[in-house]
């Protein structure tokens, strides 16, 4: 059974496009929701993460929203730019001990 | 180094043979993981250390599968009479216990033919 399920799969868009990517989980007892960014050839690298006690945090361009009555939450990035083009992983955890992944999407940003 | 490092970078096995990849995590994390990640995938959970207990290897797909961690510093995968399923990246990932951030090394990608 999927923990995570992540959609969509692919993103295309345009420089300056704020591409969203959603994410939904089942499991009432995560308690950490990070996002990850993924290049090729390369490990993840985590790029924001938001506990389930506020309904948005802000790093920068990137912006999570967090719905816990829907079990939801999204990634935001503003402005984006080529450089944002790479897979992004969302992800639920407990106790920090074992974190559940979803299946990721490709973001291309056109210039 | 400053990051997790992992060896080999790309294994080729065949099928039947036994292969064992290394990370050395980032000095004094505390935690390490294991994930595998399928082509196309996000990464899959394998199994847990806190210092040199195994705390979790519920994610480990069969009994040809093993982790240790022998002195909380360096851990090796082993993967016995490798499968041709078995072909994956396998990332290892450290952290501050007690600490959400996850430090991903480059991963092990391993193919079996």
């Known amino acids: 059974q999927q923990q995570v399920k992540q959609s969509p799969q692919s993103l295309i868009v345009q420089k300056g496009g704020i591409p969203i990517i959603n994410c939904a989980y089942e499991?009432?007892?995560?308690?950490?929701f990070p996002w990850y960014q993924q290049f090729p050839g390369k490990g993840p690298a985590l790029l924001i993460a938001?506990?389930?006690?506020?309904s948005e945090k802000k790093e920068g361009r990137f912006t999570i929203s967090f719905n816990k009555s829907a079990k939801q939450f999204s990634l935001h990035i503003m402005d984006s730019q080529p450089g944002d083009s790479a897979t992004y992983f969302c992800a639920a955890g407990y106790n920090f001990n074992k974190f559940y992944f979803g299946s990721g999407t490709k973001l291309n940003v056109k210039p | 180094g400053a990051g997790v490092s992992q060896s080999p970078r790309y294994k080729v096995a065949k099928r039947g043979q036994d292969v064992a990849l290394r990370c050395d995590p980032i000095s004094g994390h505390v935690s390490l993981f294991w994930y595998q990640q399928a082509l196309g995938q996000g990464p899959e959970f394998l199994t847990y250390?806190?210092?040199?207990?195994?705390?979790?290897k519920s994610g480990l797909p069969s009994d040809r599968f093993f982790a240790e961690r022998p002195e909380g510093s360096v851990s090796t995968l082993k993967i016995q009479r490798t499968q041709q399923e078995d072909s994956a990246v396998y990332l290892c990932a450290s952290s501050v216990q007690g600490r959400g951030e996850l430090f991903f090394g480059e991963g092990s990608r391993l193919t079996v033919l």
């Open positions: 250390f806190q210092n040199e207990a195994q705390l979790d």
């Open positions: 938001i506990r389930p006690d506020v």
């Open positions: 499991n009432t007892a995560f308690d950490y």
